[in-house]
């Protein structure tokens, strides 16, 4: 069963008096447990699409059914509520809490989902031990490299133990050995714990790594296929 | 752990956030401490007042208030009146008082003056003049020859006379005649309204009431010192419905100005704090905006990952009042520590005693706030965190996640 379905999805952007279309009718399903690479030049759609998946933007027409629920018909406040429960997000630039710990930055979202303090420590330990952060739990984002920083923000995004995980270009400012070390946590949670990861990407790196990848071209899907990944020597 | 949250991030910019507290530090060291040099002042000048020159309640024939003729006693005498007075518990004394205008003159000049006909036992405990006559200005009502007044100093330089001197008083008497009498300066005052001290010499009440030929038990005030000054509006109500043919008024009646200061005060000093905080207020909106643009994108993944607006709103409150309430609190302990001490060393403004005395002001200040001041600051200072989070809060509720998170 789709835990994703998307149906005529439509959007549109007006720059000054010209009217620019970001989606132009996106019909599209993902499974629970796909490791999903969206990509596509600068302008293809790809951030406006997973914008809309992740409720922070709404569409001009269409529906976006999550677990049943249509996204686009709900009010501000309980999108807001839905994301906190059900949907992770990696940002490009980690977008961590400077003035917290990395542990207190993957506890933050459990505190917003009023987690007891007892349990979201003890999960924010186990998720930083998972991406091999069990030794810089005290560390601030300041102390930490950006590799660091972006696993740190994928322990956050899995605290909150959602239904998937939107990334937006997760590497884009990574050096290479931050990205095979992050693509390698990414893959071993998708594999082992079956956490669906949906993401844009320019890297081929990345992209050689997606089960499913989906090419997106002035707002339509030119393709979408399965991948056979590329498995590192 | 947004409390928590929020107090680191007013750190972040380290410099920046010191520089709006100790603003407000100052600015309320400053005006916690003018405001205690003006409670002080206004305070010592209704101590001062009442305690020498109007006493907690009068009670007056109503005909002498409009007119202060010397025919218009209260009409009883004073012993009726001074029964009740001895049965109400909050009455600490009263002294009642012959009160008219006469002239009084020297060898070297005249000037008109308010001659009171008192019986110095009876006044010393409502008044504080016997008090303030000094070691070598003789004493109250105490030896010497002839028929004793004591003046004020300021009088004793207008008339040029000295301790002993002998000063001419002429008035009217029951009759309208005029008549007069000499008598020795047994003692010489001084308070700090060197008017009143031109204005009111001291005599014995029976002497007076011998020269203006009228019954010893007569008199045109009673003036009463309350044990509780907080019960004179009772006790006032009281005696008014025992002696409706009295008039029965207590000091802010008889001297409205001096109620004024007293009651617009507070008044004063909570709008000349609250433009303070305005002021400073102003100050912590600039930070605020400032860390808020600076913090876009961080707020906005915030609000992606689920931070609901209200918390959003109560983080950036939070950071705003702890702002606030540090400097407030640095600046609160800053005033008190300044007020105490003045309050023991007191403010000496001697090079400008003339003039506050010519204007009933003691020329050393000590200045004096009460604790009731401090809460009702510490809560301005709240609220205006709060008030001083409103525009930058949305501000940032304005943010859309989408476009925030980007934001380079």
């Known amino acids: 069963m789709s835990i994703i379905a998307i149906e005529n999805l439509e959007k549109s952007y007006h720059d000054s008096e010209i009217e620019v279309r970001a989606l132009n009718g996106i019909n599209l399903n993902f499974e629970e447990g796909e490791f999903t690479a969206i990509v596509g030049p600068s302008g293809s759609g790809k951030t406006t699409l997973l914008n809309m998946i992740g409720g922070l933007d709404k569409p001009d027409r269409g529906t976006i059914l999550i677990g049943g629920n249509d996204i686009t018909r709900l009010s501000s406040r309980k999108l807001i509520d839905f994301r906190l429960r059900n949907i992770g997000f990696v940002f490009q630039s980690y977008n961590l809490i400077p003035v917290l710990t990395a542990m207190e930055n993957v506890e933050f979202i459990m505190h917003l989902q009023k987690i007891p303090r007892a349990d979201r420590e003890k999960r924010a330990m186990e998720l930083l031990e998972s991406v091999g952060l069990g030794d810089r739990i005290h560390s601030r984002p300041s102390k930490l490299s950006g590799g660091q920083q972006q696993r740190v923000a994928v322990a956050r995004a899995l605290a909150s133990r959602p239904a998937f995980i939107l990334a937006d270009e997760p590497t884009a400012n990574l050096d290479s050995q931050s990205t095979r070390n992050l693509l390698g946590i990414m893959e071993r949670l998708n594999h082992e714990e079956q956490v669906t990861f949906i993401f844009s990407t320019h890297d081929q790196r990345v992209v050689e790594k997606a089960h499913r990848i989906i090419v997106l071209e002035d707002g339509k899907v030119i393709t979408d296929r399965e991948n056979i990944p590329v498995v590192e020597p | ?408």
């Open chain 2, 1 to 408: 752990m947004i409390w928590s949250v929020a107090w680191k991030n007013i750190w972040r910019n380290r410099m920046r956030s010191l520089v709006v507290v100790m603003a407000i530090a100052l600015g309320l060291l400053g005006g916690i401490f003018s405001s205690a040099v003006l409670k002080g002042t206004s305070d010592q000048r209704v101590r001062e007042a009442v305690s020498r020159e109007t006493s907690h309640l009068q009670l007056h024939n109503p005909k002498y208030i409009e007119d202060q003729e010397v025919t218009y006693f209260i009409g009883t005498g004073y012993k009726p009146i001074a029964a009740v007075l001895d049965t109400i518990r909050s009455v600490e004394a009263w002294s009642p008082r012959v009160k008219f205008m006469a002239m009084a003159g020297s060898a070297n000049a005249g000037i008109g003056v308010m001659v009171n006909g008192i019986d110095p036992d009876l006044e010393r405990q409502v008044t504080e003049i016997h008090s303030l006559i000094c070691d070598t200005c003789g004493g109250w009502f105490k030896g010497g020859r002839g028929v004793p007044i004591v003046v004020g100093q300021a009088l004793v330089k207008k008339l040029k006379v000295r301790q002993n001197s002998k000063i001419i008083l002429t008035f009217q008497d029951m009759q309208g005649n005029l008549t007069g009498g000499a008598f020795r300066i047994c003692g010489i005052y001084r308070t700090s309204n060197s008017v009143f001290d031109e204005m009111n010499v001291f005599v014995g009440r029976s002497d007076i009431c011998t020269l203006l030929g009228a019954d010893s038990l007569l008199s045109h005030e009673i003036a009463i010192r309350m044990k509780d000054p907080d019960e004179t509006a009772r006790v006032q109500k009281l005696l008014q419905s025992t002696f409706p043919d009295l008039k029965v008024q207590n000091w802010k009646e008889i001297d409205p100005i001096l109620g004024m200061l007293n009651d617009f005060m507070d008044l004063w000093l909570y709008l000349f704090m609250g433009i303070i905080l305005l002021a400073l207020g102003f100050g912590i909106v600039n930070t605020m905006l400032m860390a808020i643009l600076e913090r876009t994108r961080e707020l906005g993944m915030l609000a992606a990952i689920g931070m609901n607006k209200f918390r959003l709103f109560l983080m950036i409150m939070l950071e705003s009042v702890f702002l606030s309430l540090t400097g407030g609190i640095i600046g609160i302990i800053l005033a008190t520590g300044l007020t105490v001490y003045t309050r023991h060393t007191g403010i000496n403004l001697g090079s400008f005693a003339e003039g506050f005395e010519k204007i009933g002001y003691n020329p050393v200040l000590y200045p004096s706030l009460d604790l009731y001041f401090f809460i009702n600051l510490t809560i301005l200072v709240i609220f205006t965190g709060i008030l001083a989070s409103l525009y930058p809060a949305r501000q940032a509720l304005r943010l859309r996640p989408a476009d925030a998170v980007r934001n380079e």
